[in-house]
C-alpha cells in the first residue's frame, strides 16, 4: 500500500537558522542568468493591465517566485545531494531532458522518507518573496482566485498554501509517494506538473475545474512561460525579483522585479 503525505502529517516548524553554503553547480547555474539589477521592469500596455485587473484566476509559480528558494535542491542538499541533483536540475533547465525523467532521476538520488520531509519543514520553513502575501490578500479580497503552480512537491507547499489561506485544491504540484513505513515510493504521475508542459496543463485544468475564462501566470522559469499557449495562461507576467532570466523577460508579456507594480495596478 502506498501512503500519500498529507497537510495534516506535514507541518511547518519554526523559525530556524537555513543553509548558508551553495555547492559548486549551483554556482554554475547561477552563472546562467543575471544579476538582478541588469534588466528593467517593464511597462503594461493598457489591455494587459485590463487583463492582470479582470482575470478570474492568477497563478503563482512557487520556487523562486512565491518563495525566494528553490524548495528541491534546499532539500536535496539537506538530503546530502545537493551536487548530484543540481547537476540533474541544470540538465533539465538546459531542455536536455523531459521535466518526467528530471524528477525521477532527482527523486531517486533524494530517497526521502516521510520522515525527512518532515525533518527538513521543520528546519526550513518557507521564505515568501517580499510583497508576495500582501499582493496575494488584495486579490483574495477583490474575489479573484490564487492558484499555486509548481513543480515542486505539494508536501512543501501545503503548509505554505494553508499560511496564505490558499484552499489546497488550488495547488498544482507533485505529490511524493511513500511506503507504508514511511520509505520513498516513488511520485504520483497524474499530477499536471509531473510532465514537461505541465503548467499549460494545469492551467487548462484550472479553467475548466473552476470556471475561469482569463488566467494570468506569474512566474521566473521556462516551464512558467509554457503555460502561455492557448487554452491555458492568456497572459504570463515574468518576474526577476529573485533571479533574472534575459529570455523569460524578452518573452513575458509584463515583467516585473518587484510584486508591487503588480498591487499596486489593481
Ligand atoms: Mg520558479
Known amino acids: 500500500m502506498l501512503l500519500q503525505i498529507s ?3 506535514i507541518t511547518p516548524g519554526p523559525r530556524s537558522r537555513r543553509h ?4 559548486p553547480v549551483l554556482a554554475k547555474l547561477r552563472s546562467w542568468t543575471r544579476p538582478a539589477s541588469a534588466l528593467a ?3 503594461p ?3 494587459q493591465k485590463q487583463l492582470w485587473q479582470t482575470a478570474e484566476a492568477i497563478c503563482f509559480d512557487v520556487d523562486s517566485t512565491l518563495c525566494i528558494d528553490e524548495s528541491i535542491d534546499e532539500l536535496a542538499t539537506y538530503l546530502g545531494v545537493g551536487h548530484e541533483v543540481a547537476e540533474a536540475t541544470a540538465r533539465a533547465m538546459q531542455g536536455d531532458a523531459k521535466f518526467e525523467d528530471s524528477l525521477r532521476i532527482r527523486l531517486a538520488l533524494m530517497q526521502p522518507s516521510m520522515d525527512q520531509v518532515q525533518r527538513f519543514l521543520d528546519s526550513h520553513p518557507a521564505q515568501l518573496s517580499p510583497g508576495v502575501a500582501e499582493l496575494i490578500l488584495r486579490l483574495q479580497q477583490r474575489g479573484t482566485r490564487v492558484f499555486l503552480v509548481s ?3 505539494r508536501a512543501i507547499i501545503h ?3 494553508k499560511s496564505l489561506s490558499i484552499p489546497l485544491d488550488h495547488v498544482y504540484a507533485n505529490t511524493i509517494l511513500f511506503k507504508e513505513d514511511g520509505t520513498y515510493s516513488g511520485f504520483d504521475e497524474g499530477e499536471h506538473t509531473s510532465r514537461s508542459g505541465g503548467k499549460h496543463s ?3 485544468s484550472i479553467k475548466a475545474d473552476h470556471g475561469c475564462r482569463r488566467l494570468v501566470m506569474i512566474g521566473d522559469g521556462a516551464t512558467d512561460l509554457e503555460a502561455r499557449q492557448p487554452g491555458g495562461a492568456d497572459m504570463f507576467i515574468g518576474y526577476g525579483g529573485v533571479t533574472e532570466r534575459p529570455k523569460i523577460a524578452a518573452a513575458a508579456d509584463w515583467y516585473v522585479r518587484s510584486f508591487l507594480p503588480l498591487t499596486d495596478s489593481l
Open 159 to 161: 503548509p505554505i498554501a
Open 45 to 47: 500596455s493598457e489591455s
Open 20 to 23: 548558508s553554503g551553495l555547492v
Open 41 to 43: 521592469s517593464s511597462t
Open 151 to 153: 513543480g515542486g512537491f
Open 7 to 9: 497537510p495534516r502529517q
Open 202 to 204: 494545469a492551467a487548462v
